[in-house]
């Protein structure tokens, strides 16, 4: 059995991320840490750092871009929580033994260097759960 470590972000779907950024800059006084474009799943993002953990601030590159479905279905909000983990291998596998459904079969790279991997929200109460591995 792998074990959650902690929250490593909670992600918002947005349409402009610069109001976004802006927006939380303002009004929390927020400063984003890490700015990158994920070219694999269609998303820009910034993070923003909160404790331990980040807010991710997700947009999409193109109209296919699953997050580009997510907000023309749904309208900006939640997307998804990242929980970190020892190993993303194991822990995938421990939700793939307990039945789950997976979205990724096998650990893929993520941003900031991490090792993810999502699992589908039909196994998961109705949340998108990505698991993420740091670089070691």
């Known amino acids: 059995m ?3 470590t902690e929250i490593d972000h909670v992600a918002i779907a947005v349409r402009d991320l610069d109001a976004a950024v802006a927006w939380y800059a303002e009004v929390f006084d927020a400063a984003v840490v890490h700015r990158e474009e994920v070219a ?3 998303v820009a993002e910034a993070l923003v750092r909160v404790a331990d953990s980040y807010v991710q601030l997700l947009t999409p590159l ?3 871009s699953p997050v580009a479905r997510f907000l023309e279905r749904r309208g900006e909000g939640l997307h998804h929580v990242g929980y970190r983990v020892a190993d993303c291998a194991a822990a995938l596998e421990a939700v793939r033994a307990a039945g789950g ?3 990724d079969e096998v650990p ?3 941003s900031r260097g991490t090792t993810v991997a999502f699992v589908h929200p039909s196994s998961s109460f109705g949340t998108l759960i990505e698991l993420v591995q740091e670089s070691r």
């Open 2 to 4: 792998e074990h959650l």
């Open 40 to 42: 694999s799943d269609g």
């Open 62 to 64: 193109h109209d296919q």
């Open 101 to 103: 459904r997976l979205i």
């Open 108 to 110: 893929r790279p993520g």
